[in-house]
């Protein structure tokens, strides 16, 4: 009886390892925290984006960064499906 009362005493006052339960404590808390900071950052980024997208169709310009003022080289008159060229003969779409 005299051995459990001093293995008892003996496992009471180790501190060796404690660190480590403490931190497997807070590790699962701190990663869910960082989690869902990332997800409300991202979840403002979609609705900023969506809400871009839904006013600039609204206003009628297509949705397009450019007001829908772009067009392909195909659907200009006169340009038969043909890139436009530049005097020395390169594509000028690639400029």
Same mark, same amino acid.
């Given at each position: 009886?005299?051995? %459990? ?5 003996? %496992?009471? =006052? ?18 869910? %925290? !960082? !989690?869902?900071? !990332?997800?409300? *950052? ?5 609705? /900023?984006?969506?809400?871009?997208? %839904?006013? &600039?169709?609204? /206003? +009628?310009? *297509?949705?397009?960064?450019? +007001? +829908?003022?772009?067009?392909?080289? =195909?659907?200009?008159?006169? &340009? ?12 000028? &779409? !690639?400029?």
């Amino acid at each position: 009886m005299t051995s %459990l009362w001093v293995t008892s005493a003996t %496992l009471r =006052d180790d501190t060796r390892g404690a660190t480590i339960v403490e931190f497997a404590i807070i590790v699962p808390v701190l990663i869910a %925290l !960082l !989690l869902s900071i !990332l997800e409300v *950052g991202y979840r403002g980024y979609v609705t /900023a984006v969506v809400q871009g997208a %839904l006013s &600039s169709v609204a /206003a +009628g310009d *297509g949705g397009q960064p450019d +007001g +829908g003022q772009r067009r392909r080289h =195909d659907q200009i008159p006169g &340009s038969a499906g043909r890139p436009r060229q530049i005097r020395d003969g390169r594509d000028a &779409s !690639l400029l």
